[in-house]
């Protein structure tokens, strides 16, 4: 059953090593996304899934240990994700700033898998998925990784588009008031448009916590660069 979750965008400019001069625009970021991650910890939970956003046929499970690394990025900086052997394949961008949240705050509570959805997931199959999550264990916690639309501005990646407000204005407070329904009810087409990449690990989170009561918190929202950033958290 899900007792807990916390809800982060997944930007590797969260990481101050990454972001460098900008680092400070994205200081509140950071510690609402450190408060949810804490609130966790607090559930007492037997099993925590990182579900993250990934691109076409490079998601599925990574188990605890896996590594990943931010070099990409221009970063010598590496990451684990919680303890175990080095799975196969490296930590997607996603499920790596996962592990850096998680590394920032000493988890240590219980073990720890990874999960990348494919941004373009239907809803019915990741409601699914997040279903067998939750059922996995007898007290599940979430975090949940995903950044809203990329379209607020000219100058964001997706440049501007009139809907995108719109529609990130309903998953933070879909998010904030952890209203299952409405997760479900976000359109996977429109969020594709809106390269909206949370909007499958959001549903997952939404199937997860069907019939479990919890109630949500919203933290923090933002959109610098033209890029909707939400946490939250779920008890």
Excluded: N
């Excluded at 429109?190 to 989170?205: I, M």
């Excluded at 939404?206 to 933002?222: N, S, Y």
């Amino acid at each position: 059953m899900l007792v807990a979750a916390a809800v982060c965008p997944c930007p590797p400019l969260l990481v101050p090593e990454v972001a460098t001069g900008a680092a400070p625009e994205l200081d509140a970021a950071r510690t609402a996304c450190a408060d949810a991650v804490g609130l966790l910890a607090a559930a007492r939970p037997d099993r925590l899934y990182v579900v993250g956003p990934v691109g076409a046929g490079t998601g599925g499970v990574f188990p605890a240990g896996t590594a990943g690394s931010f070099a990409g990025f221009g970063v010598d900086l590496s990451v684990r994700l919680g303890d175990g052997p080095a799975g196969d394949r490296p930590l997607p961008a996603s499920l790596a700033v996962g592990a850096w949240l998680l590394g920032r705050s000493d988890w240590a509570d219980a073990p720890v898998e990874g999960l990348g959805v494919d941004e373009r997931e239907p809803t019915d199959a990741c409601a699914a998925t997040g279903r067998e999550l939750a059922a996995s264990a007898g007290r599940v916690a979430l975090l949940v990784l995903g950044d809203g639309s990329a379209c607020r501005t000219v100058k964001a990646p997706g440049y501007l588009d009139e809907r995108a407000a719109g529609f990130d204005e309903e998953a933070a407070r879909a998010l904030g008031t952890a209203d299952v329904a409405a997760l479900l009810a976000l359109d996977e087409g429109l969020a594709y448009e809106l390269k909206a990449a949370g909007r499958a690990p959001w549903q997952v989170l939404a199937g997860a916590a069907e019939g479990a009561g919890l109630e949500g918190r919203l933290l923090h929202e933002d959109a610098p660069y033209g890029v909707e950033y939400i946490v939250a958290a779920w008890s």
